[in-house]
């Protein structure tokens, strides 16, 4: 199970509410154009989103096709969130951890996820699980903050004495676990693992790796204040799978 969930604080929760993507959706994200490219079509699919957030993805599927939708996350707030901004007759929200979820066999067609694997001490099982649920054929995309970005645990880059800065840390690569970072202000629990460990623990689920990509900020983010800095470092990771058929 999930150790915290930071979302449900009020503090935290409308700092992230304040957020590009939150008040943009999809087009406030800078991956979202890789990450777009990665998934499959959607129409006559069943979709399970998990960590799904505002809704934003679970509202793309719908709006291409998707036969039903199921959006789980483990925040109320987001929730709530979702069901104001992304509400649609084929969409069904579920509070629940996505560690603690249970499905048939083949429940689904596509499983996605955005940013939330980094909150998951346990990701062996829960790619065993996703690999049951879907169903022969089927296909998992996904993204999480880069093995790079979490390494070190801060997230923070390394100034001067004047605040400029420096470079960004990594250290501490292969000691894989518990780190205690700063987002938005506030200390959160994520987990950092290798990208060797991404990857080869899809493979030994079965999957099929179709693409990996490390998505650089898009041109035309690029005034953003200190957007500039991010082709400094790489901070996310997007992942496709695939299950072959039997």
Not at 5 to 27: A, I
Not at 43 to 59: E, P, Q
Not at 135 to 155: I, K, L, N, R, W
Request: charged share 25%.
């Amino acid at each position: 199970m999930m150790k915290e969930n930071k979302y449900d604080d009020e503090v935290f929760f409308k700092k992230y509410s304040e957020m590009s993507r939150s008040k943009y959706g999809l087009k406030g994200a800078g991956e979202w154009y890789q990450f777009k490219k990665l998934l499959p079509d959607f129409k006559g699919k069943r979709v399970l989103d998990l960590g799904c957030g505002y809704g934003w993805h679970c509202a793309y599927a719908a709006e291409n096709g998707a036969n039903s939708v199921l959006g789980v996350d483990l925040s109320e707030k987001m929730l709530q969130a979702a069901a104001q901004k992304n509400h649609a007759p084929v969409i069904t929200y579920m509070h629940s951890a996505m560690e603690e979820l249970s499905f048939e066999k083949g429940s689904f067609d596509c499983v996605i996820s955005s940013l939330a694997f980094h909150y998951v001490k346990d990701i062996e099982s829960l790619f065993r699980n996703i690999f049951c649920w879907l169903a022969d054929g089927g296909d998992f995309v996904f993204s999480c903050e880069h093995p790079v970005f979490t390494a070190e645990g801060s997230q923070e880059w390394y100034c001067d004495e004047k605040g400029n800065i420096l470079h960004f840390p990594v250290d501490n690569y292969y000691y894989e676990g518990k780190r205690s970072a700063v987002f938005l202000g506030e200390r959160v629990v994520k987990y950092h693992r290798t990208l060797t460990t991404y990857l080869n623990t899809l493979l030994d689920c079965g999957f099929e790796i179709k693409s990996v990509v490390e998505p650089a900020p898009p041109q035309d983010m690029m005034d953003i204040p200190g957007m500039a800095d991010e082709m400094r470092r790489p901070m996310m990771l997007l992942v496709s799978v695939h299950k072959k058929k039997a």
